[in-house]
Structures are given as structure tokens and as C-alpha cells.
């Protein structure tokens, strides 16, 4: 088991960056994989980004790609969101989740079945 701690979140303008950690409370070992998902009033969670802690190997959602970062701090048991260019419509609750079923993530697709362990959530606000 393991559980998950998100912060960082708040508002912020238009165009500026914010950056989420999720601490973990154990070790993150090397067939976990880690990522997160945010979910917008009215609208499904949707899957942004997975990271597998082994070999690194990370994937983004198409609504995300080339402005969210996925990066691992694991001596800290931490796992960051880097957020840039920010539109009104990353606006959102951002969750760090864990697959601790001791597979790789998938190359393409964050799915939110397969991850058993939830943190509470960070509310991110993006005024423009």
C-alpha cells in the first residue's frame, strides 16, 4: 500500500507555470508506475501523464503534451507535475494515483482503472 499526498496547487494567471508534487509514503520502486489525472466540474478525470519508475519512460495526453512535465525525485518519495503555459482550461482538481500491480505504465493512454491508490486531490485555478 502506499499513500498520496498532493499540494502546490492554488491560482495562477494565464500563461504562468505551477508545479505539483505528490509525496509518496514509501519507496517508489521500480514496477510501480505513477501518474496523474485532474477532473474539471461537470467533465469525466481524465488521465494527463504517467511515469514508469524504473526505466523513466513517461507518456502525456495530447491536451498536455509539451507544456506538463512528469518528473521523479526518488530519494524523496516524490513525484512532480511541472505545469507551463497554463490555459483557463487546465483549470481543475489534479490527483496523484499509483499502479502498484508491478507493470510498466503503457506507452500511450493513462487509464484510471488501473490505478488502486488515490491521493486527495489539489485545486488548480487558471484565471486569464
Known amino acids: 500500500q502506499v499513500q498520496l499526498v498532493e499540494s502546490g496547487g492554488g491560482p495562477v494567471q494565464a500563461g504562468g507555470p505551477l508545479t505539483l508534487p505528490c509525496a509518496a509514503s514509501?519507496?517508489?520502486?521500480?514496477?510501480?508506475?505513477m501518474a496523474w489525472f485532474r477532473q474539471a466540474p461537470g467533465k469525466e478525470r481524465e488521465g494527463i501523464t504517467a511515469i514508469s519508475i524504473g526505466p523513466g519512460v513517461r507518456s502525456y495526453a495530447d491536451s498536455v503534451k509539451g507544456r506538463f512535465t512528469i518528473s521523479l525525485e526518488n530519494d524523496k518519495n516524490t513525484v512532480y507535475l511541472q505545469m507551463n503555459s497554463l490555459k483557463p482550461e487546465d483549470s481543475a482538481m489534479y490527483y496523484c494515483a499509483a499502479d502498484l500491480a508491478g507493470r510498466y505504465c503503457r506507452s500511450r493512454g493513462v487509464y484510471e482503472y488501473e490505478y488502486g491508490y488515490w491521493g486527495q486531490g489539489t485545486q488548480v485555478t487558471v484565471s486569464s
Open positions: 514509501r519507496t517508489l520502486y521500480s514496477t510501480i508506475c
